[in-house]
């Protein structure tokens, strides 16, 4: 059932179809480009699984400071290593693919801002969230002052059942309210 | 960056194989899973597994859900489906019938987006652009492009019913009217004499005079025929005249149509103010980014951001602690700075009055004197829109505002300024045309118009609208050539103090923006009077995208602070229909009130242009006549009036009511937070008490 050589059977592409957001060029190019990230051995076993180090060296993901939480939140393998098969490549493109809806791109934002995984953001996870965004290097961070001040903030503003924790509804909410969220979500091969 | 989950004793990693979005707070309650040594800090983890028998009930009562938007791998995905196909739904073959269709249309609708993307103009231009540099500057270009297609569209709409059959009919026809004005008013010969100077061509290329004026480029060519075949009649001066207003109204359909979907989005949001924190924590990166440089410049300016908002709050703290005096002040200071910014507003005004009267009086000189005096207007417009708003940003940072107020009161006087120049212009020729409305001074008795100096009025108008048009897009081209591109070389090349202080162009979308909205109003109040202005304008746009593009990637860094994006769609949208306005008074003041030309253009033995419409109106039929005229009366459209307050008033309850649920489920979710923490405290409470009687129990034994 996985993906042979270099061809895409036609009930494999309409199945894929009908099971993401993508339409059938976007498919077919999120195959090639896949397929250039295999190893002449690897393109003729079905249903192979890639490494992280090597989805990290597509230029849409390269320099993305997420690149790693992204991997991870959608891969399926079981040592949780990040890896991708060609299924989880496509399921990582429709989430970020310019028809699929706000319900499902705050779904996952939400996966990948959960640094530990524990189903809610909290201080640590919105910590490192911030450092992400702002960058790791000592200069562009911002001083533990300026960090807690914001940490308190963010809390004040969407932590409504006020239990120290962001959790998924209430992320949801705030992002329901930004207009720009669906537009920058996106990533286009 | 730590990305690998980590097991603590006492947690276990977040199960998401469920995907169901909202987990339903039921799920969560019944199904917690708690962990043996949970403190008041650690709150117990979700499974986010519903039971079977929630699956079951909900494949049947709705429909068959969008296997896309459930956030699952794709192997269960396709489980889900598998489970999906196998439950045969009871349902009645019209819901069968329905669900076909549904499910088709989503076809035909998914197969007609990718059509329509691959004729999208410039969209992966586009693409590029907001990957480099982000959703604010991507937004004016989207602005060009509408913009592009609008004046195309319109071009059309003027060709298909005014050129076309100008040149069609050109020597077909019959006047409506014979002369019946005074001789000296219909004197009206724009065909140069003698012998032409070479480089005149290239001067009236420029200025719209000489081989340009008598063309259909402007309204003194166009000739009031009527064409009158056995089954066909064609009235050119109706058409033009229903052309002109029709234009209008289209513009302002799209405009609204456009400000449609942004309003939905502002309104939504409720303003920038509130949640502005979480909203840019979460939200503010864009995974469109490409390379190292463009990830490093947005995280750069998400800090600058988000100290700069940091720092805003400790501001507005200190400012709340003022005291009275220190207040009295700053508002005092406020009120000079605004009076000192609206005085250097009038000060440019006049000067732009001074230059169009000089210019007019002075419009017989011949060679690059005479050139420099034609474009004299619009020099001195363009020298005001630079300076002045360079002086208000030095007047701000006295003001004091905070930031955001600062940009929003800069634009708002920057707007004032381009749109009410453009109006000074417009009046100063008013004037000049009509002899300042009085038609009892000696030039404008005969004809109502200064005839002596305006032989045909609208096609001086339609002139100084072209030349306006013109001279923008040649600013721009210079300013590109000569500033930008030395600019970038010299910063470049030359690493002294003084370059890096400089530094880099920066692409500053609120300027270019009131730049396009200038043009656009001009191209608004010249269509009238010079048809093919549109046409124009379009190439004109099209030009200035590549060679804005070409400034932006080779020229520009990013924005340190950015524009959002979907606000500023909408307030573009709002300048723009501002400057549709002032065009439209333009238009109804030249059609009802001003005297046509007696020497060119088709509405030429008319006491004023709409009195076309009355005249052609009685050579309809009887039928068509009663009814217009009942459309227009009092029994049509008082109960049309009513019929509108009533369903005005059922929109704002309804709107009313939404808010209102919002508000009380906001109000639920606390509640629920407060159940889930007293239901913790309660399992915690009877685990400590089990633990203890199992130890006193062991003891005992």
């Known amino acids: 059932?996985?993906?042979?050589?270099?061809?895409?059977?036609?009930?494999?592409?309409?199945?894929?179809?009908?099971?993401?957001?993508?339409?059938?060029?976007?498919?077919?190019?999120?195959?090639?480009?896949?397929?250039?990230?295999?190893?002449?051995?690897?393109?003729?076993?079905?249903?192979?699984?890639?490494?992280?180090?090597?989805?990290?060296?597509?230029?849409?993901?390269?320099?993305?400071?997420?690149?790693?939480?992204?991997?991870?939140?959608?891969?399926?393998?079981?040592?949780?290593?990040?890896?991708?098969?060609?299924?989880?490549?496509?399921?990582?493109l429709s989430a970020f693919s310019d028809s699929a809806t706000l319900e499902i791109k705050s779904h996952y934002a939400f996966r990948i801002f959960d640094f530990d995984d524990d189903g809610t953001l909290d201080c640590g996870d919105l910590e490192k969230l911030v450092n992400c965004l702002t960058g790791e290097t000592d200069e562009t961070r911002l001083t533990t002052e300026e960090m807690r001040q914001l940490i308190n903030n963010i809390l004040e503003e969407s932590d409504i059942d006020k239990d120290g924790t962001v959790n998924l509804s209430e992320f949801q909410h705030v992002i329901s309210r930004s207009p720009d969220f669906v537009s920058s979500f996106k990533i286009v091969l | 960056m730590a990305s690998e989950p980590w097991r603590q004793g006492s947690r276990e990693v977040h199960d998401y194989t469920e995907g169901n979005g909202y987990p339903g707070d039921q799920h969560s309650l019944r199904l917690r899973r708690v962990s043996s040594r949970v403190s008041n800090q650690n709150y117990p983890q979700f499974d986010w597994n519903p039971p079977p028998a929630e699956k079951d009930e909900e494949g049947n009562r709705a429909q068959p859900r969008d296997l896309r938007g459930i956030p699952l791998p794709m192997a269960l995905k396709r489980a889900v489906r598998q489970v999906q196909q196998m439950q045969v739904p009871v349902v009645s073959s019209r819901e069968s019938w329905k669900r076909k269709k549904t499910k088709s249309l989503h076809k035909l609708k998914d197969n007609a987006r990718g059509w329509l993307s691959f004729f999208t103009l410039w969209s992966k231009s586009l693409q590029k652009i907001g990957g480099n540099f982000g959703g604010g500057v991507q937004s004016y270009f989207l602005f060009l492009r509408f913009l592009v297609v609008l004046n195309f569209v319109s071009f059309l709409l003027i060709a298909g019913f005014v050129l076309i059959p100008s040149i069609v009919f050109r020597s077909v026809g019959d006047s409506l009217v014979n002369s019946t004005g005074p001789k000296e008013c219909m004197e009206y010969d724009p065909n140069p004499q003698g012998l032409v100077v070479f480089y005149n061509y290239f001067l009236n290329?420029?200025?719209?005079?000489?081989?340009?004026?008598?063309?259909?480029?402007?309204?003194?060519?166009?000739?009031?025929?009527?064409?009158?075949?056995?089954?066909?009649?064609?009235?050119?001066?109706?058409?033009?005249?229903?052309?002109?207003?029709?234009?209008?109204?289209?513009?302002?359909?799209?405009?609204?149509?456009?400000?449609?979907?942004?309003?939905?989005?502002?309104?939504?949001?409720?303003?920038?103010?509130?949640?502005?924190?979480?909203?840019?924590?979460?939200?503010?990166?864009?995974?469109?980014?490409?390379?190292?440089?463009?990830?490093?410049?947005?995280?750069?300016?998400?800090?600058?951001?988000?100290?700069?908002?940091?720092?805003?709050?400790?501001?507005?703290?200190?400012?709340?602690?003022?005291?009275?005096?220190?207040?009295?002040?700053?508002?005092?200071?406020?009120?000079?700075?605004?009076?000192?910014?609206?005085?250097?507003?009038?000060?440019?005004?006049?000067?732009?009055?001074?230059?169009?009267?000089?210019?007019?009086?002075?419009?017989?000189?011949?060679?690059?004197?005479?050139?420099?005096?034609?474009?004299?207007p619009s020099i001195v417009i363009t020298a005001g829109n630079f300076l002045v708003p360079l002086l208000c940003d030095q007047i701000a940072l006295i003001e004091r505002y905070a930031p955001s107020t600062t940009v929003i009161v800069a634009l708002l006087r920057a707007v004032f300024l381009r749109l009410v120049s453009l109006g000074v212009l417009l009046f100063t020729l008013w004037s000049q045309i009509t002899c300042a409305g009085e038609t009892t001074v000696k030039d404008c008795t005969l004809c109502q118009y200064n005839y002596n100096v305006y032989p045909c009025w609208e096609t001086r108008v339609g002139q100084e609208m072209y030349k306006l048009t013109l001279f923008d897009l040649l600013i721009n081209i210079v300013v590109l050539v000569l500033v930008e591109f030395p600019r970038r070389m010299v910063v470049d090349n030359w690493s002294s103090k003084l370059a890096q202080w400089v530094g880099r162009q920066e692409f500053v979308v609120p300027a270019n923006v009131l730049g396009l909205v200038y043009g656009q109003t001009v191209v608004w109040t010249g269509a009238l009077f010079c048809p093919l202005l549109p046409l124009i304008n379009t190439i004109k746009f099209v030009l200035l995208f590549y060679f804005k593009k070409i400034t932006l990637f080779y020229n520009c860094r990013p924005a340190l602070k950015t524009f959002r994006s979907t606000t500023s769609t909408f307030f573009f949208l709002v300048v723009l229909l501002f400057g549709w306005s002032l065009a439209t008074v333009v238009m109804i003041y030249s059609l009802s009130e001003i005297h046509p030309s007696m020497g060119c253009g088709p509405f030429r033995f008319f006491p004023n242009m709409w009195s076309i419409v009355p005249k052609s109106f009685y050579n309809l039929s009887e039928i068509t006549q009663e009814f217009l005229f009942f459309i227009g009366s009092q029994e049509f459209s008082i109960p049309l009036f009513a019929l509108s307050c009533v369903v005005m008033c059922y929109f704002i309850t309804l709107a009313s009511v939404y808010g209102k649920s919002v508000a009380l489920l906001r109000a639920q979710l606390k509640l629920e937070g407060r159940d889930k923490q007293f239901l913790v405290k309660q399992i915690e409470e009877l685990s400590r008490q089990h633990h203890i009687l199992k130890h006193t129990a062991g003891a005992h034994d």
């Not at chain 1, 894929?16 to 393109?43: C, G, P, S, V």
């Not at chain 2, 719209?208 to 064409?227: A, C, R």
């Open chain 1, 1 to 92: 059932m996985g993906t042979t050589a270099s061809q895409l059977g036609k009930d494999l592409l309409s199945e894929y179809q009908e099971l993401t957001f993508l339409t059938k060029q976007e498919i077919l190019l999120a195959h090639k480009r896949f397929t250039e990230l295999l190893t002449k051995d690897e393109k003729d076993l079905p249903n192979t699984r890639v490494p992280a180090e090597r989805i990290l060296t597509l230029p849409e993901l390269k320099s993305n400071p997420f690149r790693k939480r992204i991997c991870h939140v959608f891969s399926t393998s079981e040592q949780k290593d990040g890896s991708l098969t060609f299924e989880d490549f496509l399921d990582l």
């Open chain 2, 205 to 376: 290329l420029l200025s719209g005079t000489g081989f340009m004026e008598y063309s259909y480029l402007f309204y003194g060519y166009y000739n009031n025929t009527t064409v009158e075949d056995s089954n066909f009649s064609y009235n050119i001066p109706l058409a033009y005249l229903f052309t002109a207003v029709f234009y209008f109204a289209f513009c302002l359909i799209c405009i609204i149509a456009r400000m449609g979907t942004a309003a939905r989005v502002v309104v939504v949001t409720g303003g920038s103010a509130v949640g502005n924190y979480s909203m840019i924590v979460f939200t503010s990166w864009d995974y469109g980014c490409l390379g190292d440089r463009a990830t490093k410049l947005k995280q750069k300016n998400i800090h600058y951001r988000l100290q700069v908002d940091l720092e805003e709050e400790s501001i507005k703290k200190r400012a709340a602690a003022l005291t009275l005096c220190q207040k009295i002040v700053l508002y005092a200071l406020r009120v000079s700075m605004g009076f000192v910014s609206f005085g250097l507003i009038i000060a440019a005004f006049y000067g732009i009055f001074v230059a169009t009267d000089f210019s007019q009086k002075n419009s017989g000189e011949q060679g690059i004197l005479g050139l420099i005096f034609e474009y004299l």
